[in-house]
């Protein structure tokens, strides 16, 4: 049975918040369920999320939920075990919608990078309601 694999010792960072206003767009609220709040980035080529967890995890299904207008025509998906370099696990191509997308896959990571290219803002922001990754973790 797969659930939400990040917990509060899942180490998270971003790679900008606008502003820097961390308060109102920042990266807590990648998790937060909550459909007011939103990481927004700041202006960019590319943006991206990285997400170190606690032990292995076996990732089965990323599921985002843009804000149209600000999203990716194209994401990458890397991960790694231990002191490992991240590579490449799959590409995806998201649509510039409100809808929750969803992409499955299936790989052991203990650190994971979603990295959103090809924006579909002329400045290069993202904004992301919901970010949720879920799999089964190692027993």
């Given at each position: 049975?797969?659930?939400?694999?990040?917990?509060?010792?899942?180490?998270?960072?971003?790679?900008?918040?606008?502003?820097?206003?961390t308060?109102?767009?920042?990266?807590?609220?990648l998790?937060?369920?909550?459909?007011?709040?939103?990481?927004?980035?700041?202006?960019?080529?590319?943006?991206?999320v990285?997400?170190?967890?606690?032990q292995?995890?076996?990732v089965?299904?990323?599921?985002?939920?843009?804000?149209?207008?600000?999203?990716?025509r194209?994401?990458?998906?890397?991960?790694?075990?231990?002191?490992?370099a991240?590579?490449?696990?799959?590409?995806?191509?998201?649509?510039?919608?409100?809808s929750?997308?969803?992409?499955?896959?299936?790989?052991?990571?203990?650190?994971?990078k979603?990295?959103?290219e090809?924006?579909?803002?002329?400045?290069?922001?993202?904004?992301?309601?919901h970010?949720?990754?879920?799999?089964?973790?190692?027993?």
């Amino acid at each position: 049975m797969t659930h939400s694999l990040v917990c509060p010792a899942t180490v998270s960072r971003v790679s900008s918040v606008l502003n820097r206003n961390t308060r109102q767009f920042g990266k807590k609220h990648l998790f937060d369920q909550d459909e007011e709040t939103c990481w927004n980035s700041d202006q960019g080529p590319s943006q991206w999320v990285t997400l170190e967890f606690p032990q292995c995890v076996c990732v089965s299904q990323l599921q985002i939920q843009f804000q149209g207008g600000f999203s990716s025509r194209q994401g990458r998906l890397e991960g790694s075990l231990g002191s490992e370099a991240l590579s490449k696990i799959v590409d995806f191509y998201p649509e510039d919608n409100n809808s929750l997308q969803i992409s499955c896959f299936s790989c052991w990571v203990d650190r994971l990078k979603v990295t959103f290219e090809d924006t579909t803002d002329f400045f290069g922001r993202v904004v992301i309601y919901h970010l949720r990754v879920l799999g089964k973790k190692k027993v």
